[in-house]
C-alpha cells in the first residue's frame, strides 16, 4: 500500500517535471526565450518573437498534453474492464478503426472536418465491439482479446496503409493521421480536440468507483447490488471516446495507453480515485517527451512521437517490469 504523503510528492514531482519541459518544448527550436520574456509576451506586452512561438510551437505543445492524457486514461480504463494489463487502445484495434474511420472522413469530407472525432469514436467503437464479439467463446478470454485485437488492428492499419500508397499521398490531413504525426497542427486542432477530450476526461472522474469494483469476481460486483455488464458498458464508451478523438488528431499512438498505466500504478497504486487523475497528468508528460525527443534528436529534421514511443515503448516496459521486484501496483 503506498502512503499518501508519497502519492501527495509524486503528484508534485510529476507536475513540476511537466511545467520543466513545457518549457524546455517552447525553447526547443531557433527561436528562444527566457520564461520572464514568455510571460511578458503573452500576458503584458507584445514580442513578436513570443508571437510567434505562441502561433507555432504551443498548439502542438498542447495538443500533445491534452492527448497523452486521453489516450494514457483510455488505456487505464481498457484495463479495468477487461481484468487485462495488456489492454491498450492500440493493441486490441480502437485506435486503428478509428484512424481509418478519420481519414475516410478528412479525404472525402472535409467539410465534416470539426465532426472527424466524432466518427472516429464510430470507428473505434465498431473495432472494439469487433473484438468483442469475434473473442467471445462460451465468455471472454484476456488472451484471446489480445490475439483478436492484434488481427483486426493489422487488418485495419493495412487497409490505411494501402489507402496512403494508391492516393500517392496527395491527401496530407489524412497521410498524418496515418503516420501519427503532431506537425503542424493548429489552434484549430487543438480546440478540437480539447472539447471532446475534457469531455471524456471528465466522465472518467465519474466512474473511479466502477472501475475499482470492476477487478472484483463477477459474482460479488452483482452481490453488492451492481450491474455489471451496464458499468463495462459505461466505462468501455468513455475509453473508446478519448482514444478516437486522440487518434483523429493526432494518428495512432502505440505504447502510451499501455506503458504509462504501469508506471502510474507503481507510483501511486491500484486505486483508481487517485490513479486516474495522475495518469492524466503522466500521459501528458510522457507524450510531450516523446514529441520534443522527436524534435531534438534529429534536428533539424523531426521524428514523429508515434515512432519514438514505438522504440523505446517495448524495451522500457519490459525492463519496468523486471525492476518492479513482483510488486506490480502494490
Keep these: 500500500m503506498i502512503s499518501k504523503k508519497k502519492q501527495i510528492l509524486v503528484f508534485i514531482g510529476t507536475i513540476l517535471a511537466l511545467l520543466a519541459l513545457f518549457l524546455f518544448a517552447v ?82 469530407f472535409p467539410s465534416w472536418y470539426f465532426f472527424t472525432p466524432l466518427i472516429a469514436f464510430l470507428g473505434g467503437l465498431f473495432a472494439f465491439f469487433l473484438v468483442y464479439s469475434l473473442s467471445w467463446k462460451q465468455g471472454l478470454s484476456p488472451l484471446r482479446i489480445i490475439l483478436v485485437g492484434v488481427a483486426i488492428n493489422a487488418m485495419f492499419t493495412g487497409i490505411m496503409s494501402a489507402f496512403n500508397s ?37 466522465a472518467s472522474l465519474f466512474v473511479v468507483n466502477q472501475c475499482n469494483l470492476l477487478g472484483l469476481e463477477d459474482k460479488t460486483i452483482r452481490s453488492l447490488g451492481i450491474h455489471v455488464n451496464r458499468s463495462r458498458f459505461i466505462v468501455s464508451m468513455i475509453a473508446v471516446l478519448l482514444a478516437g478523438i486522440s487518434t483523429a488528431i493526432v494518428g495512432p499512438i502505440g505504447f502510451l495507453g499501455l506503458i504509462v498505466p504501469h508506471i502510474a500504478r507503481l507510483f501511486v497504486g491500484n486505486n483508481h480515485k487517485v490513479l486516474i487523475p495522475y495518469t492524466m497528468i503522466l500521459g501528458a ?46
Design 285 to 330: 508528460f510522457t507524450l510531450l517527451f516523446a514529441d520534443t525527443l522527436g524534435r531534438v534528436i534529429a534536428q533539424p529534421y523531426e521524428i514523429s512521437a508515434s515512432i519514438i514511443m514505438s522504440v523505446i515503448g517495448g524495451p522500457f516496459f519490459i525492463l519496468l517490469l523486471r525492476g518492479s521486484k513482483n510488486n506490480y501496483g502494490q
Design 166 to 202: 494508391g492516393t500517392g499521398s496527395t491527401y496530407a490531413g489524412a497521410a498524418s493521421i496515418v503516420n501519427g504525426n503532431i506537425t503542424m497542427k493548429t489552434w484549430s486542432d487543438f480546440f478540437t480536440l480539447f472539447v471532446y477530450s475534457a469531455v471524456g476526461l471528465i
Design 27 to 108: 525553447n526547443t527550436g531557433s527561436l528562444k526565450v527566457s520564461p520572464m520574456e514568455l510571460f511578458n509576451g503573452l500576458f503584458v506586452k507584445y514580442n513578436a518573437d513570443v508571437t510567434a512561438i505562441f502561433d507555432l510551437r504551443f498548439p502542438r505543445i498542447m495538443i500533445a498534453i491534452v492527448a497523452g492524457a486521453a489516450i494514457a486514461v483510455s488505456g487505464v480504463l481498457l484495463q479495468a474492464v477487461m481484468k487485462n494489463p495488456l489492454a491498450d487502445p492500440g493493441i486490441i484495434g480502437i485506435s486503428s478503426g478509428a484512424s481509418l474511420a478519420a481519414v475516410l472522413v478528412t479525404a472525402f
